[in-house]
């Protein structure tokens, strides 16, 4: 059974670029969430993907956006970045809802 | 104010040392509670899972959750150099197929050999 796995590990844009985070689910787990982490602080949820769709979503802007495609796989768009965009994004896999299990996180940085 | 608050430490101690971890929270509708370990540039590792009120115990860790005090605790015993790391408790909701978890901002623990 393989665990959740990220690309890329490291990052770097400019302010006002696009990025795409990619992320694969823990086998069997059909529920993906995504988190940002700053630096020092908790993780805070973005959104999650059920089934291919999204079914709940933090206090984010529109510009972060997100797919989750059939085998349950799943992206992080995050449009115009800015500054504050720079932190570690986490996605989460889970399948009976009640227990979450991270990827090791890809690095952002927006300079 | 946060919903789940968590002292950020550090926290230092001398190996062998029984370490307690503590969070307390504002929303009395939380009833999954979780503990994740985190090392440094590395996604959180889930240590401990607990529903509702009580003691959960593996290994050298035990988990409690008071939910009339809205508190939960980490106690770690025998404590590691390898247990150095960023302690977080998160927690959710009893909500299916909704998987919103709130997170403490972390406590940094550090054992020292």
């Known amino acids: 059974e393989t665990g959740v796995t990220q690309s890329p590990t490291h990052l770097i844009k400019t302010r006002g670029q696009q990025v795409t985070l990619r992320c694969s689910s823990q086998?069997?787990?059909?529920?993906v969430s995504w988190y940002q982490q700053a630096l020092g602080q908790g993780p805070q949820f973005i959104f999650q993907y059920y089934r291919e769709e999204e079914n709940g979503r933090g206090n984010f802007p529109p510009r972060f956006s997100g797919l989750q495609f059939p085998n349950y796989s799943s992206e992080l768009n995050v449009n115009a970045l800015e500054l504050d965009d720079s932190a570690l994004y986490l996605c989460a896999s889970s399948g009976t809802y009640n227990e979450q299990f991270f990827g090791p996180g890809t690095r952002l940085t927006v300079l | 104010q946060k919903e789940v608050e968590q002292d950020p430490g550090p926290l230092s101690v001398p190996e062998g040392a029984i370490v307690s971890l503590n969070c307390t929270y504002s929303?009395?509708?939380?009833?999954?509670f979780m503990w994740y370990r985190q090392y440094s540039r590395k996604g959180p590792e889930l240590l401990m899972y607990t529903y509702s009120s009580g003691n959960k115990e593996d290994g050298r860790f035990t988990a409690q959750v008071d939910k009339s005090s809205k508190y939960i605790s980490l106690f770690i015993r025998d404590s590691q150099p390898s247990d150095s790391a960023t302690y977080l408790c998160a927690m959710k909701r009893p909500l299916n197929n909704f998987n919103k978890f709130y997170f403490g901002s972390g406590t940094k623990l550090n054992v020292k050999p």
């Open positions: 086998s069997g787990h059909n529920t």
């Open positions: 929303n009395s509708a939380f009833q999954y």
